[in-house]
């Protein structure tokens, strides 16, 4: 996120002279992206960050792919994945490429004997259920239902949750998450007509110096495989911090739809992109105030992409039978629209209270042997009734 924000104490200068009250240095590090030519913090620890002790044996965690060429519109019953005490253990990939892996999850527990980083991707986790803080190195975010947590690749953290009833829907990206740069201005800064402004941005806060020695288990994901680490010294022994590399958090109930007198495209409800996807927010709004207006979509064929809705709650015009965590997958190839009936019952409706989560990739998805048991076999014929 392009903000330049910072915690705790640093040097005036990069790279000089900064000790601890009994004359140690502190140690610094450079968390840079893109080669040191994009967005980078540069961070204070108590101590060096390369405190290794033992390294165990990785295990695999690749998603296990049951169908990799499809041209079937897919219904995914979200809340059927089991509630899982272990946040790890709970994370059940169902839609893949190479450019993004969705995942649904159902953990229970707080992140209390472990850290994780996920070392090549980004991680946008939308909170469907449950609430808590992510802690982080660079302080603390509280979550709740309906935010997204943007996690840039590299930063280690911990989800502590408050209760055990916590649904997530999790994206992890394999290119940096940004905000659309059609809302960006030269400098970065979102637009008048951005559907959202920095006053909606959470960022960290709170900033909580560890500096503990000890045996700290680190879970590291790498190219399909964790590698459990163990430090020697607290991952959370930051100083100090400032730059525009960190976690910041948004919330879906803070994005302000953008309406007109007929149906507006899906591109009006973006909220992120990366290469080769876009997510977008749908959320409660007036309907369009043409007087001959079709508030329904139309029936649009994907012709350069797949279209993922994952529902979050209220009724939806253009949908029957739709279920909360439902996952939606209309392939390109294949048109798609409202169901039947549902055209003619939305002309003189006024609003909707819709709330959900879209992504399109740009490339094609592939299922997972975990979204099979999760499959709405039939979902395909539901336009015929």
């Not at 499809?70 to 190479?98: A, M, Q």
């Not at 916590?166 to 800064?189: A, D, K």
């Not at 008048?192 to 045996?215: A, V, W």
């Not at 007929?262 to 749908?282: D, W």
């Amino acid at each position: 996120m392009p903000l330049y924000h910072h915690l705790g104490e640093f040097p005036q200068k990069r790279h000089t002279v900064f000790r601890k009250p009994n004359g140690e240095l502190y140690a610094e590090e450079l968390v840079s992206t893109h080669g040191f030519s994009s967005t980078y913090s540069n961070v204070y620890h108590c101590y060096p960050p390369t405190l290794v002790k033992e390294i165990n044996e990785p295990y695999s965690v690749e998603p296990k792919i049951a169908r990799a060429k499809h041209l079937k519109h897919t219904s995914l019953k979200g809340f059927k994945v089991k509630p899982t005490k272990d946040y790890l253990e709970s994370r059940v990939p169902v839609l893949v490429n190479n450019d993004l892996h969705i995942s649904l999850a159902a953990p229970q527990q707080s992140m209390t004997d472990y850290f994780y980083k996920n070392s090549q991707a980004d991680e946008v986790i939308f909170i469907h259920e449950g609430s808590g803080v992510l802690k982080t190195g660079y302080g603390q975010i509280e979550f709740e239902y309906g935010d997204y947590l943007v996690i840039p690749r590299g930063i280690i953290y911990q989800l502590h949750f408050n209760d055990e009833n916590n649904r997530l829907f999790i994206t992890e990206s394999f290119s940096p998450v940004e905000t659309p740069r059609r809302y960006r201005n030269h400098f970065g800064q979102l637009m008048e007509h951005s559907p959202f402004c920095e006053r909606d941005i959470k960022r960290p806060q709170n900033l909580e110096t560890h500096d503990e020695h000890g045996d700290f288990k680190i879970m590291i994901k790498k190219e399909g495989l964790i590698y459990p680490y163990v430090y020697g010294t607290h991952p959370f022994d930051f100083v100090g911090w400032d730059g525009y590399h960190y976690p910041w958090a948004f919330s879906i109930h803070n994005f302000e739809p953008i309406t007109g007198r007929i149906h507006q495209p899906p591109p009006v409800h973006q909220t992120f992109e990366g290469a080769g996807f876009v997510i977008c927010s749908f959320v409660p709004r007036l309907f369009d105030y043409h007087p001959n207006a079709i508030p329904a979509p139309y029936n649009h064929s994907n012709v350069d992409s797949d279209e993922i809705l994952y529902y979050v709650d209220g009724d939806f015009m253009s949908r029957k039978s739709v279920e909360k965590g439902q996952i939606t997958l209309h392939p390109a190839g294949i048109p798609h629209g409202p169901h039947p009936g549902t055209v003619e019952k939305s002309i003189g409706a006024k609003e909707t209270h819709e709330l959900a989560v879209m992504i399109d990739p740009f490339r094609p998805l592939m299922l997972t042997e975990q979204a099979l048991e999760i499959e709405d076999p039939d979902y395909y014929k539901s336009w015929l009734y």
